[in-house]
């Protein structure tokens, strides 16, 4: 059964940093797109970043652009998220997902996380 399981959420206050992390299991991802996605309360899923397979190239969403930064470690079958300068609006559920193709539509990734709370206080 392919998992994939986020850790490293929690509350902290704004401009504060949390570094979220996604364990792959069940096959390896080596050669597949991982994202971060999130949502918030009465909102709809929204895209934060992807990375290719072999990390060359990664896209982020505007809103987190210099703030965030997605990594993996295919050895690991892992992602991450480096979360710097954390907003109140950046509280949200963080899901990790794989997937064919780089790109910000979630309907383009196959496998999803259970999701991990980020909470940012003021």
């Known amino acids: 059964q392919v998992q994939l399981v986020e850790s490293g959420g929690g509350l902290v206050q704004a401009g504060g940093s949390l570094r979220l992390s996604c364990a792959g299991s069940?096959?390896?991802?080596?050669?597949?797109?991982m994202g971060w996605f999130r949502q918030a309360p009465g909102k709809e899923r929204e895209f934060v970043a992807a990375?290719?397979?072999?990390?060359?190239?990664?896209i982020d969403a505007d809103s987190v652009r210099g703030r965030f930064t997605i990594s993996r470690d295919n050895a690991k079958n892992m992602v991450y998220l480096q979360m710097n300068s954390l907003k109140p609006e950046d509280t949200a559920v963080y899901y990790c997902?794989?997937?064919?193709?780089?790109?910000?539509?979630?309907?383009?990734?196959?496998?999803w996380g259970q999701g991990t709370q980020v909470t940012v206080s003021s």
């Open positions: 997902a794989v997937g064919s193709t780089l790109t910000s539509r979630g309907t383009r990734y196959d496998y």
């Open positions: 069940g096959r390896t991802f080596s050669r597949d797109v």
């Open positions: 990375i290719s397979w072999n990390s060359i190239t990664a």
